[in-house]
C-alpha cells in the first residue's frame, strides 16, 4: 500500500493564515456586539454629523458632515463589516454642512426610514438624496414636533421643527442626549414651560448658549459643533460658554465624542 503523500507546503503555509484571518473576525464580532448601551458619537468631521449606536446594535445616522470620505470612514469603524443598512436616517438641514456626507453613506447603506427636514433645497445634492431614499423603497417623513423614532429601547424624538432646523432629543431610561446643533435664533423659544435637566446637549458654536433654549434644556455637558453659520457669530471665552456650570466639549479640542447611557448613567469620553 502506497504511503500517503505528505502535505504540499503551500498548504503548511496557508492553514496558520487562515487560522488567524478566522481569529481576527472572531475577535471583530466580538468587539462590534451589542453591548445593551446607548453610543451617541460626534465624529471629528466637517460640518454637523452624528452616529447613533442603539441598545440592541442598530445604527441611526443624524446629518452627515460636508466630507462624504470622512462620514464613510467613520461608520466604517463603528459598524460591523457584514452590517449594510441603517436603523434610520435623520437630516436636520439640507445644506452643505450635512447633507454630502448622509447622501455618500446611502450610497454604501440602505436606510429602513428616514425623517426629512421641514425645509427643502431644488439644489442637485438634495436631488440626489431623494434619488437614493426612492431607489431604496426608503419610506421619507417630514419631522413634525412630537413625531419619534425607536431606537432599540431608546427614543429619538422631535422637540421642535423648524426652517432653519430640527431639535431633537435621544431618551435612554434615565437620561437624554438633545441635538440643537441646527437650531437658530428661531428655535430659542420652542420649548416654553419645559423642565428636567438633559445630559448632553449638541449646540452650534457660533451661538450665544446663554438662550433660553440653553436655559429650559439645563444641559449638564455641552457639546459645541461646528455646522451652524450664524450672521452673527458669538465671540466668548470657553469659560463664558459654561452655562450653569456644563461641562464643555468641541471636537477640535476634543476629537472624536461619545455620549454613552446604561439607561441609569450616562458619560462622555473623548478622543483626546
Known sequence: MAA??????????????????????????????????????FPAVAGDAAIIRTPSGGFVLIDGGA???AIAAALGRRMPFWQRSLDA???TSPDAQRLPGQ??????YRARVALAPPASSRGATFAEW????????????????????????????????HDEGLLLLVQYGRTSAALAHTAGPALDHA??????????????????????????????????????????????????????????????????IEWISDGQRAWVTAER
Request: proline residues 9%.
Open 191 to 256: 420649548l416654553p414651560g419645559r423642565t428636567g435637566q438633559c445630559d448632553l446637549l449638541a449646540f452650534p458654536w457660533e451661538r450665544d448658549p446663554r438662550s433660553p433654549l440653553v436655559e429650559a434644556l439645563q444641559p449638564r455637558a455641552i457639546l459645541f459643533t461646528d455646522g451652524y453659520r450664524g450672521d452673527d457669530p458669538i465671540e466668548l471665552t470657553y469659560a463664558e460658554r459654561a452655562v450653569g456650570g456644563a461641562d464643555l466639549y468641541h471636537e477640535r479640542v476634543d476629537g472624536t
Open 67 to 69: 466630507d462624504p470620505t
Open 130 to 161: 431623494q434619488r437614493l431614499l426612492a431607489e431604496q423603497r426608503t419610506p421619507v417623513h417630514t419631522a413634525q414636533p412630537g413625531a419619534r423614532l425607536a431606537l432599540g429601547g431608546a427614543t429619538l424624538t422631535v422637540l421642535a421643527a
Open 89 to 91: 436616517v435623520v437630516l
Open 103 to 108: 447622501v455618500a453613506a446611502l450610497t454604501r
Open 4 to 41: 500517503n503523500p505528505e502535505p504540499k507546503p503551500r498548504t503548511r503555509r496557508t492553514a496558520p493564515r487562515i487560522a488567524i484571518v478566522l481569529a481576527a473576525l472572531a475577535a471583530l464580532a466580538w468587539h462590534t456586539r451589542p453591548d445593551g448601551r446607548l453610543h451617541v458619537i
